[in-house]
Nanobody, 124 residues
């Protein structure tokens, strides 16, 4: 079992920045892929960003590429999502997730444990 707790959400104006944190417990996340997803009201959960244990392999959704950065601190068992130049369409509940498999994935179904999410609201 892995427990994930997101923090850092809130209300921000368009063009602003936020940094989300995801603290993991129960297992070390060092060897696993970690992902961030989001879900806006009335929409399906969608991929945002993911990276592998080494941080060398990193993927981003086209909609956030160049604005968001995923990183991790394996010593703290924590993953981060730095979000810059936020837009109203970034408004959603953001979730972190861990994939126990060895390969990267952008599919919701491939992730094994999820946090409860944190709300991001971007005002125009």
């Amino acid at each position: 079992q892995v427990q994930l707790v997101e923090s850092g959400g809130g209300l921000v104006q368009a063009g602003g920045s936020l940094r989300l944190s995801c603290a993991a417990s129960g297992r070390t996340i060092r060897s696993y892929a970690m992902g961030w997803f989001r879900q806006a009201p009335g929409k399906e959960r969608e991929f945002v960003a993911a990276n592998r244990w080494s941080g060398g392999s990193t993927y981003y959704a086209d909609s956030v590429k160049g604005r968001f950065t995923i990183s991790r601190d394996n010593a703290k068992n924590t993953v981060y999502l730095q979000m810059n130049s936020l837009k109203p369409e970034d408004t959603a509940v953001y979730y972190c997730a861990v994939r126990l498999g060895a390969t990267m994935s952008m599919a919701v179904r491939d992730y094994d444990f999820w946090g409860k999410g944190t709300q991001i609201t971007v005002s125009s």
